[in-house]
């Protein structure tokens, strides 16, 4: 790899349709497609389709140039040189050109305008690269002809390294990398990125992610995109994805489906999530009792500091915040509450009863969003305890649920007018 | 949990009435329709209400497609013409849409136009007031809610139903007419009935239908309903367009009036609401252009941005989405500038829109078409050969009534030898 080096480098665009001549002068055909290889570490342009409704392709191999006036072969051409498309090569016009891809260092959706091809000299092999795709619109105006008039534009390349197609073509080893570096990528921009696909390419995407970051990222997706995702997901997958989200969102998210959807959903959930998401579904929408959610973190007064931390280190990584603990008795009575500051800088021996303050600020189950808001407001809270006639703690409502809101995203109502209409928008949100 | 279930039956009743289908119906009558039926009406009383029937039936045969297409790919028409056909074919569709929807937004600002004009309000004051109130609106507030009033502001043409009822034309009449071939070869007939084709099935309509799919996670699986849905917004946009012209065949054709402005159809609201028939018409055609205007700069600058990649959507900010909100913002400066030009009058911009329209709309069929019967795109989906030899058939129709009228007006002289040598 270290021995590659670039020789000549040009746009897909300028050679397609162009003349193939061999060492007769023989006019074969004209470029009509390459077909790509990706194994290696760059994808390697193998075959030129040189006909239509031809598909054995002319091997690279044969090819001595390649200018703007044509593509020069080295030998004298007879059909029984082709080769046959691999199945994990690709068409580079058929399959690449003009469609959306995933730019992940903007992690945004684009479109490939032109592709850059470089002659390369590698280990004494000349190799045809794929390089980079244009998205810019020099090469759009390329395209059409017209790129005389953007000349002093600057090219918009987007390097390889950085593309993701919305269908997997490429080889397994490339795949690894591709989830590498998906891996990079904010649940949030993942969350843009789904709510952009069409439903095909959704599907195919969420294979691609690990769990965990299919989990928050569906968490950060508007509900309508939510529900659809879910609709359409196969019913074992979706199940075990519900099973891991917060409880609140699971909720939300079965609300909205058909009855008998989310009743097989919740049956091939495990019983004690089913349980917990059912006890959700129940609170009228917009209330606290439907925005909380049961994952917090609460602890009994006789706890030292100390085996709380620990305690903590085992839950922290399911719960949806840590930086309250709730200490109750023994029958889930609330009894007081310290942040997780207070908690660390405690001497460790110091029992959570000595610590904690009394007087919690809560709301009731039915209470309505805002009072919920008004509360974290006016005591400056990250959550909420929300508590029942008894004072038993039921869950939280953290100050991110409540944004969601008050401030819903612009991009939640991105879609034309007439379409939002007939979306019900569920829950009261 | 009744609150849910509630919720779900609601949800499903406001599916029902209210799928894609449905609501491009509604907008297919907007100002353009209303102006171009109204002087079908006046000017050949029933004649065209055969022209009407067929291009209905065109209407359901074209959603439908875009439609099927919508739910079995996922994806936009202009996003398919991008992938199938390349960038040369995709600059050609978008000029050809740009076009056509120039034209009819400038329809749209008449039709706001009129309305004030009933009520004596300058044009010079309601069209920029309306551009700038429609741009904020869109960009800035919560438009779901303010949409539902236009709707609702709609629905007062179907008090063209009833005043047909009223009127009670000689209904063996009326409905021989609409099955029976009637055609004439002069150019304003032919203007007129490329006008009601273009009219009824506009090229943004089919654009628009497929993305509303798609974007509503209409899968294969769910298509059947939304055929359904297709076909009875099909229906409705011919209903009221049928009494549109029934109505004011029976009352100004009948009678010898000429329609001079849209303001004049609300005549054939009379025999329902006296003398608030004008008030009626207005609130009406208001309802309809506003709506109309809404959605057609948005759902433009969206399907050219996603042909040509550039970034787009309301939730984007001037910077990241130059190209979106100037293609947005030209269409409606454009759209409203052109009905301000002092010598043109609203009703010929109306008229006008509609025949442009019609003109552009083949070229979108033809790819609709294409992609439609593309098994690599479409698999279990495409076309049947027999659904396509109808399309084909339609389409061939539609480029054949353009150039007649291409020839007609420019060469009215050649025509009329042509036709008499062909007996015609």
């Known amino acids: 790899m270290n021995e590659a080096k670039a020789l000549k480098t040009f746009y897909f665009s300028q050679m397609l349709g162009k003349p193939i001549y061999d060492s007769e002068r023989r006019q074969i055909g004209r470029i009509k497609d390459m077909a790509v290889r990706w194994d ?12 239509r409704k031809v598909h054995m392709l002319i091997p690279i191999e044969q090819v001595q140039e390649c200018n703007e006036q044509g593509m020069q072969l080295a ?5 029984e040189q082709c080769i046959q498309l691999h199945d994990s090569d690709i068409y580079i016009s058929k399959w690449l050109l003009d469609k959306q891809i995933i730019d992940l260092r903007g992690s945004r959706m684009v479109r490939a305008n032109d592709i850059t091809l470089s002659w390369m000299m590698q280990d004494g092999h000349m190799r045809m690269i794929l390089v980079a795709v244009d998205i810019g619109l020099r090469g759009l105006f390329r395209r059409l002809g017209l790129e005389f008039l953007l000349k002093n534009r600057a090219h918009n390349l987007l390097g390889l390294q950085y593309i993701k197609p919305l269908e997997s073509w490429t080889s397994s080893l490339q795949l690894t990398r591709e989830k590498k570096q998906l891996r990079e990528l904010h649940p949030a921009d993942i969350a843009d990125l789904l709510e952009e696909m069409d439903y095909k390419s959704r599907a195919s995407f969420i294979e691609n992610l690990d769990a965990q970051q299919a989990i928050e990222a569906l968490t950060e997706v508007d509900l309508e995109t939510q529900v659809e995702i879910f609709e359409q997901m196969d019913r074992q997958k979706a199940s075990d994805l519900l099973e891991e989200m917060p409880p609140d969102e699971a909720a939300d998210i079965l609300g909205e489906l058909s009855v008998e959807k989310s009743e097989d959903l919740l049956q091939l959930m495990e019983a004690e999530d089913a349980a917990e998401v059912r006890e959700l579904m129940q609170y009228e929408e917009g209330t606290a009792g439907a925005l909380m959610t049961t994952e917090f973190i609460a602890f009994p007064a006789a706890l030292t500091a100390q085996e709380a931390i620990n305690r903590l280190r085992e839950l922290a990584p399911t719960a949806e915040m840590i930086y309250y603990v709730f200490v109750v008795d023994e029958t889930e009575h609330l009894q007081g509450v310290l942040s997780l500051r207070e908690l660390i800088i405690a001497y460790p021996q110091t029992v959570l009863q000595d610590i904690m303050h009394t ?21 400056s809270l990250i959550a909420v305890p929300v508590v029942d006639e008894e004072n038993v703690i039921l869950g939280i409502v953290t100050v991110d649920d409540i944004l969601d809101i008050l401030i819903p995203e612009r991009g939640d109502r991105e879609t034309y007018p007439w379409f939002a209409m007939s979306k019900m928008v569920g829950r009261g949100r | 949990m009744t609150w849910l279930k509630n919720t779900r039956n609601r949800t499903k009743l406001f599916f029902a009435i209210m799928g894609p289908g449905v609501i491009t119906a509604f907008a297919d009558n907007d100002a353009g329709g209303i102006a171009t039926y109204a002087s079908a009406g006046a000017n050949y009383g029933y004649a065209m209400l055969f022209t009407l029937f067929i291009s209905s039936i065109c209407l359901a045969i074209a959603q439908e497609i875009s439609a099927r297409t919508g739910a079995v790919t996922g994806r936009g028409l202009s996003d398919l013409i991008r992938e199938l056909f390349g960038v040369k074919w995709t600059l050609f569709a978008m000029t050809v849409l740009l076009v056509a929807n120039i034209g009819t937004t400038a329809s749209e600002f008449s039709g706001i136009a009129t309305s004030f004009e009933i009520f004596g309000v300058s044009k010079y004051i309601s069209v920029p007031l309306a551009a700038v109130l429609i741009w904020w609106l869109v ?4 438009y779901e809610r303010i949409e539902k009033i236009f709707l609702v502001l709609c629905v ?14 000689p209904w063996t009449e009326v409905l021989k007419a609409s099955v029976t071939p009637t055609f004439a070869s002069n150019a304003s007939f032919l203007m007129l009935a490329i006008g009601v084709i273009g009219t009824t099935i506009t090229p943004w309509g089919q654009f628009y239908i497929q993305s509303a799919v798609s974007d509503k996670g209409i899968t294969a699986k769910d298509y059947k309903y939304t055929f359904w849905d297709v076909m009875v917004g099909a229906f409705f946009t011919w209903l009221i367009a049928f009494f549109i012209i029934v109505a004011t065949a029976a009352t100004l054709h009948v009678n010898g009036i000429s329609i001079e ?11 329902l609401a006296g003398k608030y028939a004008s008030m009626l018409f207005s609130f009406g055609l208001l309802g309809a252009s506003m709506l109309a205007a809404f959605i057609l700069p948005l759902s433009t600058a969206y399907a050219v941005c996603e042909a040509f990649g550039f970034e787009h959507g309301i939730s984007k900010s001037y910077e990241e989405a130059p190209v979106f909100f100037g293609l947005y913002t030209a269409l409606i400066a454009i759209g409203a500038g052109l009905v301000l030009w002092p010598d043109l009058s609203l009703y010929s911009i109306m008229l006008a829109s509609q025949v442009v329209n019609g003109v552009l709309l083949p070229p979108i069929l033809i790819f609709m078409v294409l992609i439609a019967s593309d098994k690599n795109v479409m698999g279990s989906y495409a076309n049947s050969p027999w659904f396509n030899v109808i399309a084909w058939v339609f389409t061939a129709v539609l480029i054949v009534l353009t150039l007649m009228l291409l020839v007609s007006t420019i060469a009215p002289g050649w025509w009329n030898s042509a036709m008499t040598f062909l007996g015609l």
Do not use: C, M, W
């Open chain 1, 40 to 51: 290696g570490l760059y994808p390697q342009v193998v075959g030129i389709k040189y006909a």
């Open chain 1, 75 to 79: 030998g004298t051409f007879t059909p």
């Open chain 1, 359 to 379: 007087k919690v600020e809560s709301v009731r189950e039915d209470d309505n969003h805002r009072r919920v808001a008004e509360v974290i407001n006016k005591y």
């Open chain 2, 139 to 142: 960009l800035k507030a919560n």
């Open chain 2, 156 to 169: 007062t043409f179907l008090s063209y139903i009833i005043s047909g009822v009223i009127i009670d034309p």
């Open chain 2, 261 to 271: 402005t849209v303001g004049d159809a609300a005549i054939a609201l009379q025999p």
